[in-house]
């Protein structure tokens, strides 16, 4: 099994910065794909941005140009650099790894608070 920890969610100004970590471990298969998504309340959890293996991004049209996602060289750690935060970046934001095989399958971290207000 996959498990996922995530952290760096926090309070933040209009404007500011927040960097989010996800640590996956356990049985990673190499066709997977990474990304984060974020519910606010009352809202659908949408996707945020997700990052496949060999780089390849993409992003909701709402953080195009303010925020990056990012894998380290193990592929084991995925990054979401959140900048020029808008109050409605608020959300939890959750940490998901796809992973692809005979059974594909979806892993979720606990989700981290984020909240942008002034």
């Known amino acids: 099994q996959v498990q996922l920890v995530e952290s760096g969610g926090g309070l933040v100004q209009p404007g500011g910065s927040l960097r989010l970590s996800c640590a996956a471990s356990?049985?990673?298969?190499?066709?997977?794909?990474m990304g984060w998504y974020r519910q606010a309340p009352g809202k659908e959890r949408e996707v945020v941005a997700n990052?496949?293996?060999?780089?390849?991004?993409n992003y909701a049209d709402s953080v195009k140009g303010r925020f990056t996602i990012s894998r380290d060289n193990a592929k084991t750690r995925v990054y979401l650099q959140m900048n020029s935060l808008k109050p409605e970046d608020t959300a939890v934001y959750y940490c998901?790894?796809?992973?692809?095989?005979?059974?594909?399958?979806?892993?979720w971290g606990q989700g981290t608070q984020v909240t942008v207000s002034s």
């Open positions: 998901n790894m796809e992973q692809y095989g005979l059974n594909s399958r979806s892993f």
């Open positions: 356990g049985i990673i298969l190499s066709t997977n794909v």
């Open positions: 990052i496949t293996r060999g780089g390849i991004v």
